[in-house]
């Protein structure tokens, strides 16, 4: 075996981490994020291998289709470098082992990424700066632009940190029930945010009169419809609203459908007195 030399640096690392967040810069339809990934790798694959020949050959490799959610593509950056590591200093690690680990990691973490990042994260982190920018304030996209990168960002790191410490072993931590328990926990915490969310947005008013009558102090009390809904279930019509909203997008009819359909129904519900 030859004497261990060929380790990666702390400069690799943060280079490897640089390049990373450039992960969509090469899309394309044929392999997704594979060329991305291979630059990504450069670093790593100067550092321990010292032949031109050497370096070609394990660029070529990680030339093959690569698929997983951007900001979780730092763990299966970390295990392959460590794996290109242990290779060049004489490791029995073949092509197909490489590239089956890598395949083997970006389907979970594609399926935990998603709901986590595009599904929970984003909806989330966009709702708290939407939720600035209703009422005029700059903060409000300066706070989603932030709030988002610094955890995407995190995340990136640290996934590269962890897979390269923990190499191979990493797959043991991600085939028992860490990835779905993490998904539902996501899911369930935006989930709620978005529940409070809608009752804080979403505004319908339904002046319709139920009853005008003469109160103690001869002052006269109107009931309305929207007073009865308050009273018995605060946030009943948004929710509604929400959930039919939420129905109609599942049967796949347009978002802009959706918004002119609501754009009619408000005008034509204000113009016969029942929205106000």
């Known amino acids: ?40 790798m450069i670093p790593t694959i100067k550092r321990v291998y010292k032949t031109k020949e050497e ?4 660029l070529k490799r990680h030339l093959t289709f690569f698929n997983t959610t951007p900001a979780m593509c730092g763990p299966v950056l ?6 290109e590591e242990a290779r060049a200093n004489g490791a029995d690690i073949s092509d197909g082992t490489i590239n089956s680990l890598k395949v083997g990691l970006m389907g979970p973490l594609a399926g935990v990424g998603d709901p986590l990042v595009w599904g929970t994260l984003r909806p989330i982190t966009a ?36 897979g390269l410490s923990k190499g191979i072993g990493i797959v043991k931590d991600l085939s028992g029930n860490i ?10 915490l935006g989930l709620f945010i978005m529940g409070v969310l809608v009752t804080k947005w979403t505004s319908i008013n339904v002046p319709l009169i139920v009853s005008q009558t003469t109160g103690i102090n001869g002052e006269e009390v109107t009931m309305t419809v929207q007073g009865i809904l308050n009273d018995l279930v605060p946030g009943l019509l948004p929710l509604a609203l929400t959930l039919l909203m939420m129905k109609l997008l ?13 754009f009619a129904v408000g005008i034509i519900g204000y113009g016969l007195g029942i929205l106000g």
Request: hydrophobic share 50%; with cysteine; proline share 3%.
């Open 1 to 40: 075996m030859k004497e261990v030399l060929n380790t990666i640096q702390k400069k690799d690392i943060v280079s490897t981490f640089i390049r990373s967040n450039f992960q969509q810069a090469s899309f394309n339809y044929e392999r997704i994020h594979a060329l991305a990934f291979c630059v990504d």
């Open 55 to 58: 370096q070609r050959e394990a």
């Open 78 to 83: 970390g295990v392959t470098m460590a794996m």
């Open 127 to 162: 709702a708290l700066g939407a939720s600035l920018a209703l009422t005029g304030n700059i903060a409000g996209p300066l706070l989603f632009f932030i709030l988002f990168n610094l955890i995407r960002i995190a995340m990136k790191w640290y996934g590269l940190t962890y």
């Open 179 to 188: 990835l779905p328990k993490l998904t539902e926990g996501a899911s369930i």
């Open 250 to 262: 599942r049967k796949k009819v347009s978002p802009i459908t959706l918004i002119f359909a609501l």
